[in-house]
């Protein structure tokens, strides 16, 4: 699985790919290199398969926050919202003070005209982080509208 890892690092997505099928046969029971298959399969624009791939490490590790992140953020691209959202709160229950979930779920919610929602988690945010930029800005953006 390392070398699967570090060839995805070095943007070998297909040769990454490769490498993490076979630790994924070898170790059928670690979530990890699917968690890593599913961001390769992402890179390769195999977008369902990335999908697949990460709802199987969260069946094999259901209370390890990383693939609900990278699941809720891929749903996210795809604008699919909603249940990004779901995802994301699997996240903040799993790891309350987690920023990027929060920032994730406050475009999720405003990208579904759920602006006061959004607001709320900019709010907590700040609260956690008072510099943090990318919040500020959106939290302004959101209250100028």
């Known amino acids: 699985m390392e070398l699967g890892?570090?060839?995805?690092?070095?943007?070998?997505?297909?040769?990454?790919?490769?490498?993490?099928?076979a630790a994924r046969q070898f170790s059928p029971d670690d979530p990890q290199p699917l968690l890593y298959l599913g961001e390769v399969l992402w890179k390769l624009d195999r977008r369902n398969e990335a999908l697949e791939a990460l709802r199987n490490a969260i069946r094999l590790?259901?209370?390890?926050?990383?693939?609900h992140y990278r699941l809720a953020s891929d749903l996210a691209q795809q604008e699919d919202f909603s249940d990004a959202i779901v995802e994301y709160q699997e996240v903040l229950r799993l790891n309350p003070a987690n920023v990027k979930a929060k920032l994730g779920m406050a475009a999720a919610l405003a990208n579904l005209g759920r602006t006061p929602?959004?607001?709320?988690q900019l709010d907590e945010i700040l609260t956690l982080e008072p510099n943090n930029r990318p919040a500020?800005?959106?939290?302004?953006?959101?209250?100028?509208r």
């Open 117 to 120: 929602e959004a607001l709320q």
């Open 5 to 21: 890892a570090v060839l995805a690092r070095q943007g070998e997505w297909e040769l990454a790919r490769q490498q993490l099928e």
């Open 136 to 144: 500020f800005e959106m939290r302004d953006k959101f209250r100028r």
């Open 61 to 67: 590790a259901p209370s390890d926050w990383q693939p």
